[in-house]
């Protein structure tokens, strides 16, 4: 599958980016699917529902379906977080995967930075940015595309996005 991540520190915009860029994408039919990376101790389930208690009491995997949704938790415990590729090779194919996080990963990248936060861009220590959206003109000669201008961003992402055939999976 096609991967590109959007990039940057908190505070720059990311997911207000991504919920901008994904009907954009989908207007244009694209098939878009999301990976968000999230702390440590974050949780889907709700203390004192079945499924929550089921977790509790141990079970490896919990799976909750409707007519609408299905969703499938598993428990780590002493395993090692799963890496990227691992991640994305457990989501259905679709034409693109945007990545919320796994910012250190080597993946293709697109750079989200707010002038406001005053903080340093990450390009060019980070690896893998081949693009950027910026409130201020970035230092450096990279395509670059507004923080509010959706359209010239997926533009950008779409453009990377032909370029790949697959994700060049190296250690980040």
């Known amino acids: 599958m096609r991967v590109i991540g959007l990039a940057g520190w908190s505070g720059a915009g990311k997911t207000t980016l991504m919920v901008k860029l994904i009907p954009c994408?989908?207007?244009r039919g694209i098939g878009v699917s999301t990976l968000k990376h999230a702390h440590h101790?974050?949780?889907?389930?709700?203390?004192?529902?079945?499924?929550?208690?089921?977790?509790?009491?141990?079970?490896?995997?919990?799976?909750?379906?409707?007519?609408?949704?299905?969703?499938?938790m598993t428990e780590l415990r002493?395993?090692?977080e799963p890496r990227l590729p691992e991640l994305i090779a457990r989501m259905d194919?679709?034409?693109?995967?945007i990545v919320e996080g796994f910012k250190?990963?080597?993946?293709?990248?697109?750079?989200?930075?707010?002038?406001a936060n005053a903080k340093p861009w990450m390009h060019p220590d980070m690896p893998g940015i081949v693009a950027m959206a910026s409130d201020t003109p970035p230092p450096y000669d990279l395509p670059r595309a507004?923080?509010?201008?959706?359209?010239?961003?997926?533009?950008?992402v779409l453009a990377h996005a032909r370029e790949i055939k697959d994700i060049p999976w190296t250690e980040g």
């Open 25 to 27: 994408l989908i207007g």
């Open 41 to 72: 101790r974050f949780d889907v389930d709700v203390p004192g529902k079945d499924s929550w208690q089921h977790r509790q009491a141990g079970a490896q995997q919990v799976m909750v379906a409707s007519g609408a949704r299905w969703a499938l």
């Open 78 to 80: 002493s395993a090692a």
């Open 93 to 97: 194919v679709v034409d693109l995967v």
């Open 104 to 115: 250190r990963d080597a993946h293709p990248k697109l750079e989200v930075h707010r002038a």
């Open 146 to 156: 507004g923080l509010d201008e959706v359209e010239a961003i997926a533009d950008l």
